[in-house]
């Protein structure tokens, strides 16, 4: 069980946060980045954080976003 929605990110590129419920009762934080080229789907993975508890949960997502633009985006989004 889980939640997907798309972020803001690269040019050209969608971005896809993923957050996973685990059994054992934690969460699991992805970051996704993909685009056709060519008619075949590339996809990169650009985060994952493992083993996040409820009450980290929000601050896991905004800093898994917020060091993937730094890293790939310059450190702006842009639109």
């Not at 971005?15 to 934690?26: C, R, S």
């Not at 969460?27 to 590339?42: F, H, M, N, P």
């Not at 954080?49 to 409820?54: F, G, L, Q």
Request: glycine share 10%; proline share 1%.
């Amino acid at each position: 069980m889980g939640l997907q929605f798309r972020v803001n990110g690269r040019r050209g590129w969608v971005w896809t946060m993923t957050v996973a419920y685990e059994p054992d009762d934690t969460y699991t934080v992805w970051l996704t980045a993909g685009r056709r080229v060519d008619g075949i789907l590339q996809l990169n993975e650009l985060s994952c954080e493992r083993d996040v508890y409820c009450d980290e949960l929000q601050g896991t997502v905004e800093a898994v976003y917020d060091a993937a633009i730094q890293t790939h985006n310059g450190g702006f989004i842009k639109l």
